[in-house]
């Protein structure tokens, strides 16, 4: 499987954008997809993750990201609303044809593929 991150881009305090993944290949129908990211300097955390269109998120964007699936089109979404500045880094989609259990499903380990980034920049 490969991965495909976009929507990636420059957008104010307070707006949106939405960051696609599209796999191709060998779909992980009932793996889980999960989205995460590196701000500069910093360590790569987890964002958010899907399973049977179950979503789990870190606290710092709950509530204001949310994690979709469009299953017919291979294609995961994430849409990120209210951004701040502190949501500036490069956001990597990450899949596991595993079905992880809810308590793996922010571990990057756990993720055997690997998108190649989309960049977001928060700033006005």
């Known amino acids: 499987v490969q991965l495909q991150a976009s929507g990636g881009g420059l957008v104010q305090p307070g707006g949106s954008l939405r960051l696609s993944c599209v796999a191709s290949g060998r779909a992980f129908s009932r793996g889980v997809t999960g989205w995460f990211r590196q701000a500069p300097g910093k360590e790569r955390e987890f964002v958010a993750s899907?399973?049977?269109?179950?979503?789990k998120y870190a606290d710092s964007v709950r509530g204001r990201f949310t994690i979709s699936s469009d299953n017919a089109k291979n294609t995961v979404y994430l849409q990120m609303n209210s951004l701040s500045p502190e949501d500036t880094a490069v956001y990597y989609c990450?899949?596991?044809?595993?079905?992880?259990?809810?308590?793996?499903?922010?571990?990057?380990?756990?993720?055997?593929?690997w998108g190649q980034g989309t960049l977001v920049t928060v700033s006005s």
């Open positions: 990450a899949a596991t044809p595993r079905g992880l259990i809810h308590s793996q499903m922010n571990v990057a380990e756990e993720y055997e593929c």
């Open positions: 899907i399973r049977w269109n179950v979503g």
